[in-house]
């Protein structure tokens, strides 16, 4: 098959990759002259393990090209997906889609022979309609046909969950774009047994908001767990075990933490709020969840606060992890942010230490210290924050830290140390839930 990917950014970039590690014959298109000429020195836009060996091997099997001639990269195309930003409006939080249906309407315009245009971006439902639209005003005699098929790649996992998914989505309402987007996913049903989920259009696009939507849910619940457990007593890991054994629950997704954050889950739980209101649809559970989920994480700034003796003017706080989770660059929506704002405002100072982040963090944090590494963020600091669980700090040496620090705090936003290790360091804990 022959596939046009339009939008390098975290979904374009890997699935273009992954679809040339497939066997077919990918073209990647963006504007950005600066991405593309990058991408031909094999220099990732994005921090994402194995990427870069990923697109090397297959740019030199020939299989996989970069251009930014939309014209050129669409012209023999069986497929065209788009997978450009639809990013909240500022206001009403609705997607942007005005990146999806510029380049919509490019395609359509030069495209030669039939194809199939597939939105992998996350759109509103409806989106393919209006697709439909767009091409019947600019090119309604070429056979262009429109599905659906979203994306449920996670950040620092991204090429192992685009390669074994749980699951493939496909919505569609002709037979050719079904059968174009089946040879497409052959190597997957063949080799994994990943079912592929045929629908009618609008469905997939709910699915993809729909799954964020519940996982969001699923985070905020064990949150709101958590604050119960520290206030009477209880365990939240054991209490998340305890109810996601039950198979109808699950164990994933509960983990308590800071709150989440990312790209995906803020973003398109707001988007799906505004669906729900457009159509007079109230989304109860999913707008309770945003509410919680902001709350929480400047609630996590106090929690410092409290952990200090409930003053923080004067001291000084040391920051492990300011990306939205580990394995990822990406700051967006990520709540360090929130804690280390709390932490400013009410006056203290802040140093911080990230494996991967601080390039993305350093515009957002202009008052931060960033230290070289953890141990020195550490080092002179009234308490010691973990934010994002990055594997670099699962087996820090405490007693180290512990001796370097002004006072010996350590507040565990992800639970990652056993009271008894740290009590062993000399260290004061305080995680998420440990009442
Ligand atoms: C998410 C979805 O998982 C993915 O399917 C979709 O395509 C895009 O959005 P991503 O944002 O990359 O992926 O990260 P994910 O691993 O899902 O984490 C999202 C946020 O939830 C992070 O802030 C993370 O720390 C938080 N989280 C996750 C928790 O707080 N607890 C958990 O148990 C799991």
Known sequence: MRITMIGTGYVGLVSGACFSDFGHEVVCVDKDAGKIERLHQNIMPIYEPGLADLVAANVKAGRLTFTTDLAEGVKNADAVFIAVGTPGRPGDGHADMKYVFAAVREVAEALTKPAVIVTKSTVPVGTGDEIERIIADVAPDKGITVASNPEFLREGAAIGDFKRPDRVVVGCEDDRSREVLRDIYRPLSLNQSAPILYTGRRTAEIIKYAANAFLAVKITFINEIADLCETVGGDVQEVARGIGLDNRIGRKFLNAGPGYGGSCFPKDTLALLQTGADNDVPLRIVEATVQVNDA??????RKVIKAMGGEARGKTVGVLGLTFKPDTDDMRDAPSLAVIQALQDAGATVKAFDPEGF?????????????????????????LVIVTEWDAFRALDLPRIAKSMNDPVLVDLRNIYPPEEAARAGMKLTGVGKG
């Open 296 to 301: 929480r994480k400047r609630a996590m700034g």
């Open 359 to 383: 390039e993305q963090a350093r515009p957002l944090l202009k008052d931060v210290e960033f230290s070289a590494s953890a141990y020195a963020a550490a080092e002179g600091t009234d308490a």
